[in-house]
């Protein structure tokens, strides 16, 4: 159902290129009876952003959820098929639910810093959280990389003291990817990161993926196709049928989705006939 | 050219039109919520006016005397006010890891069918008649109580408040009856008054925490504890205390159980695990009968003493909770 050419990696084999490779084979997933995604198979390469695109409720972000095992954490949660990290199956039963999530990160639609903390504590929950023992300053230079990395550094750095909450929703996001850095995922994940957000923190975002590509495979649920365009290379499109489970319809290299695509449905929808 | 009506540039009056329905409706919430109000103001005034006639009669030595004996009208509360605050205090101590542990199991840990028969039992715990406790723990309890005064009086002895005068504790023949009907087994029986009270404050405050907060820890790869230490009690902290302050009301109240257990003495001293002691609540239970009509008012006056203390405590417990982050910081 799926090919996926070998894109975009001409341009990147210039890079140093850093990440993971991660294989969806066959995945299916439920919630309790009702089946909501059938089959989904997709190779996302590293230093190559993977956008899925598709209407509402056609399981993409069901999808992102089950790349980090996010989507058991919902009672009645289930799932069949692999998912490979560099090889490894995440659900096999050699793989831990917590180191899975380490090194497979994730970006929320609605920015969600812990909001009491402070904005370095933020960036650095992720490594307390995992047990993590780093020194004062080793912490120190986490912070400031992980904060310039997400492009906040300028912005905070002479208020690192000051609550997480206090933040503007833009800056709020790229806190919250800082603080995903900081445990150096070889994945990132990003669910709808700018549907909250004004479209110039939006562009900061978008800035921010692109010079965290070859450094973290970059997985965006997007529903705005223009930003799908803008910030991947490779492209996924689901879509459920009325009543039916969601599944991939095709994917591709991005340039090839929205300038050729030759499922009818996908032309539909990457040209705004719905959805 | 069309003429403005709205010369006047002052703001309007925006009079909301009430139907029929709902006046009588707010009529008559608002007389609930006063009669509610007026009934405690009542009880506060007609308790705070017997001060009057007792600070008459036995002046401010009234709160620095400690014993009762009628006969002689000898009458103070310092011994009750004392033991007061040391069961509460007690009961507390024990009560508050026993919610925060039961809590923090029922809202994260526990699978949710289990949840329910949970919080279900420990609702039960509140429904069970301060009477049936008091005799649980005189008659169940105490002899393993007991056992446990004598180890503490055994080790850890020479800290004074673990000091059972007259006790021997090392001894083979130990004076049994020197450590039952203690303060100590009297609050660990008021504790078990206490755990659902706080407990279901804290439950609630748990199940609030916001479930994207939650989602932020999960993907950073914490642990059920990571969770709860980085977002669970960061967000509950106000109903932790709360529910522990709502606690304490309860125990500084409890006079049933207390009565039952604690042989009452009017001591001035502080040795929770030895025999003897009273609260205010057993004190004036324990008084009533054999009372003067002037000791009478002494009594009522004790009463106001408790009455303000039980206040004060879930004043500021309510004012803990209210204060609490209602998610208000984490919309963005």
Known sequence: ?275 | MSISLHTADVPRSLRPVHTRGDRIFRLGARGVGAFVLVLVGAIGLFLGAQLVPTLHRYGLHFFTENRWIPNRDIVGVSAAILGTVEVAVMALLIAFPLALATALYISEYAPPRLRNFLTLLVDLMAAVPSIVYGVWGYFQLQPYAKLISRWLAEYVGWFPLFQVPGGQPHSASWPKSNFVQSPFIASLVVSMMVVPLACAVMRNVFAQAPLHEREAAMALGATRWGVIRSVVLPFGRAGIVGGTMLGLGRALGETIAVLLILSTSYDLSIHPLHVNGVTLSSFIANGFNEATSGQLSALLAAGFVLFCMTLVVNTLAAMIVNRSRSGATTEI
């Open chain 1, 1 to 275: 159902m799926t090919t996926i050419a070998p894109p975009a990696q001409r341009e990147s084999a210039a890079h140093d290129v850093r990440g993971a490779h991660l294989d969806a084979v066959d995945v299916s997933a439920w919630f309790g009876t009702k089946k909501v995604l059938e089959r989904v198979s997709l190779s996302m390469d590293p230093g190559v952003v993977t956008a899925l695109i598709g209407p509402s409720g056609c399981g993409k972000s069901t999808f992102l959820r089950i790349l980090n095992r996010m989507h058991e954490s919902v009672p009645g949660a289930q799932l069949a098929g692999e998912v490979r990290l560099d090889g490894t199956d995440i659900y096999g039963p050699g793989s831990r639910l917590i180191d899975t999530r380490k090194q497979v990160g994730m970006v929320f639609q609605k920015p969600n810093p812990f909001p009491t903390m402070s904005i370095a504590d933020n960036v650095a929950a992720g490594l307390r959280l995992t047990g993590t023992k780093v020194d004062r300053r080793a912490r120190a230079e986490i912070v400031e990389r992980c904060l310039s990395r997400a492009g906040l550094w300028s912005e905070v750095k002479d208020r690192l003291g000051d609550a997480g909450g206090a933040l503007s929703g833009g800056q709020q996001q790229r806190l919250c990817i800082a603080r995903a850095l900081a445990v150096e995922p070889s994945v990132l994940l990003m669910d709808e990161p700018c549907s909250a957000l004004d479209p110039s923190s939006t562009r900061r975002i978008e800035e921010t993926i692109a010079e965290l590509r070859y450094d973290v495979t970059i997985i965006i649920v997007t529903h705005n196709m223009q930003q799908a365009a803008r910030v991947s290379q490779q492209c996924a499109f689901f879509l459920a049928e009325q009543g039916q489970p969601g599944g991939i319809v095709e994917s591709g290299e991005t340039d090839r989705i929205f300038g050729d695509p030759r499922d009818r449905r996908t032309a539909d929808y990457v040209n705004g006939r719905f959805g």
